[in-house]
C-alpha cells in the first residue's frame, strides 16, 4: 500500500505555477527524499499534503484517505521548515500540547515525551521556555514532537536545519529508528550528503515539475547524489 | 478523540490571552473606576439626607451597579475587538498555524475554538468585574446587588462581543491588527448609526422618492451585517425591562448574519493557507 499518493498536482499562485502536475507515490515504510533548488516547489508539495494550501488541481491520498480529511492526518506527524512555538511554553508543555492533539492518553503521553526526551538529548531541559532555547535545541524539540505517538507517517521539511553534525546524527538516528518500526519519513532537505546516507527512495523537482525519481542508487548510477544532482538540475536548466 | 483535541485547542488559547497586558490593564482600571465610583457615592451620601434628616444609603435614582455595569459593557467591546484580532492572527505571527493544522482536526472547528476561546475570555472579564464591583461597592458601605436586569443584559451584550470578536478576527487577516483593530471600532459605530437610522424602517410607496446613496448603503448595512447598535438598544431595554424590538427576529437575524460572516473568515484562512 501506497502511504502517500499524489496525482497530477497542480499549484497556482495567481498566474504563477508551483507545482505542475506533479505526481508521487511513496511506499509504506520508505525514507523518502524531496530535493529541488530553492524555489522548486517542495515546502509547496510538503504543505499541499498536509492540505494547509489549497492545490488547483490533482488529487492526493495518505493511507488511501483524502488528504483533506482530517482522518488523513490521524497517525502523520509534521515538522516544519523552521519549527516554533508560542515562546511562553516551556519544553515540556510543547510535547504535552502535542500528545494531546495526537490523543495519547496521559500515561502513555508521559513515557513518550520522557523518551522522546532521552533520545534527543534534551532531558534536563523540559522546564526550559521555548523562547530561550538555541535554533539546535529548538529544532530537537520540534523532531521530539514528531516522534511522539508512534506515527505511520513523518513529514519532515528540512529538519537538518540549524543542527551541528552532533544534532544532525541524534536525527537521523531517530528517523532510522522510526523507520525500522515501519514509519514511512518524507524528507525535503537541501542537505545532500545527509539525504545521500539516510533515504533510498528520491524524487528531485524543479521549477514545479519532476526531474527525476526512483531509487537513489539506480537513478544515481555509481555517482555520488550531489553530482547526480548537479546534472539533473543543469539538464533541465539547458532544455529550458 | 475530536473533543479532547478541541479541548485542549481551547485551553491552549486560554493560556495564550490571559497573559495579555491588555486584558490586565483593563481589570486594574476597572478596579480604580470602582473604587473611584464608590468613593464618590460615599461623598455624595455625605450631603444626602432623608425626610426626617437621617442619612441615607445610595444616591436616590442611580444604581451603582448599572452605571457601572454600563461602563464595563463599553470597555467590553474595545476588550473583545482585542482578543478577535489576537484569536487567529496571533497562531500566524507565532507561525504555529501549519503545526496545528498538521493534526487531525477540521479547520472550522480550530476556527470555531479560537473565536468562543476569546469570547469565554472576554464574559469571564464581564463577571470578574461585576463581582469585583459588587464587592467594593459593599466595602464601601453602598447597598448594591446584581439586578435580574443586569444579567438579561449581559446575554445580549455577550452576543455583542461575540460579534465584535469576529468581526475583528476577520479584519486581522485582511489588514495589519492595529488597523484591524481601528477598523472593527469605525464598522461598529457605522453598523450602530445603519441600525438606528433604520430601526423602525418599513417600506412604502413613498421609500423609493427620496432615497439616495447613503440611504442605500445604510439600508444594506442594516439588513445584511449583524444589527450591532439594535443589539445595543435591546441590551439597555433588558436593564430597565421595557422591551420594544423584536427579540426573537432580531436574534435571528443576528445569527444569520454572524454564521455569514463565520463561513467569510472560514473560507479566507482556508485560501490563505498556513
Known sequence: MLAIEAKGIVKKYSKKTILDDFSLNIEQGSIFGILGPNGAGKTTFVKSILDLIPISKGEILINGVKHHLPAARTRLSYLPEKFSFYPFYTVKNVLNFYASMKGLSEKIAKDEIEKALIELNIKGQENQKVKTLSKGQLQRVGIGCVVIGNPQVLILDEPFSGLDPIGIKDIKTVINNISAKGSTVLINSHILAEIEKITNEVAILDNGKCLAKGNLKELAKGNNLEDFFYKVIKESGEAV | ?274
Not at chain 2, 44 to 49: G, V, Y
Open chain 2, 1 to 274: 478523540m475530536r473533543k479532547n483535541q478541541l479541548l485542549t485547542l481551547f485551553f491552549n488559547g486560554i493560556q495564550k490571552e490571559y497573559r495579555s497586558k491588555t486584558f490586565l490593564v483593563m481589570l486594574l482600571l476597572t478596579v480604580v473606576t470602582l473604587i473611584m465610583m464608590s468613593a464618590g457615592a460615599n461623598f455624595a451620601n455625605n450631603f444626602i439626607q432623608d425626610k426626617t434628616g437621617e442619612m441615607i444609603k445610595g444616591i436616590p435614582g442611580v444604581d451603582l451597579m448599572e452605571l457601572f455595569y454600563r461602563m464595563i459593557s463599553i470597555w467590553s467591546g474595545i476588550l473583545a475587538a482585542f482578543f478577535g484580532v489576537n484569536s487567529i492572527k496571533s497562531d500566524y505571527d507565532y507561525n504555529v498555524l501549519d503545526q496545528i493544522w498538521s493534526f487531525p482536526i477540521r479547520k472550522i472547528d480550530y476556527l470555531i475554538t479560537r473565536l468562543i476561546t476569546s469570547w469565554i475570555i472576554v464574559i469571564s472579564y464581564f463577571i470578574i468585574s461585576l463581582g469585583l464591583g459588587l464587592i467594593i461597592f459593599k466595602i464601601g458601605q453602598q447597598e448594591v446587588q446584581i439586578s435580574f436586569g443586569i444579567w438579561r443584559s449581559l446575554s445580549i451584550d455577550s452576543l455583542f462581543m461575540l460579534a465584535m470578536i469576529i468581526i475583528s478576527a476577520l479584519y486581522s487577516l485582511l489588514v495589519p491588527k492595529t488597523l484591524a483593530f481601528i477598523c472593527t471600532f469605525f464598522t461598529s459605530v457605522i453598523i450602530s448609526i445603519a441600525n438606528y437610522s433604520f430601526i423602525n424602517f418599513t417600506i412604502t410607496s413613498e421609500t423609493f422618492k427620496n432615497i439616495t446613496a447613503t440611504k442605500v448603503v445604510g439600508l444594506i448595512m442594516h439588513y445584511t451585517l449583524p444589527r450591532l447598535g439594535t443589539l445595543s438598544q435591546i441590551s439597555k431595554q433588558m436593564l430597565t425591562g421595557e422591551l420594544s424590538n423584536n427579540l426573537t427576529a432580531e436574534l435571528a437575524h443576528f445569527g444569520l448574519t454572524l454564521t455569514i460572516i463565520v463561513l467569510l473568515l472560514y473560507k479566507i484562512i482556508k485560501r490563505q493557507g498556513a
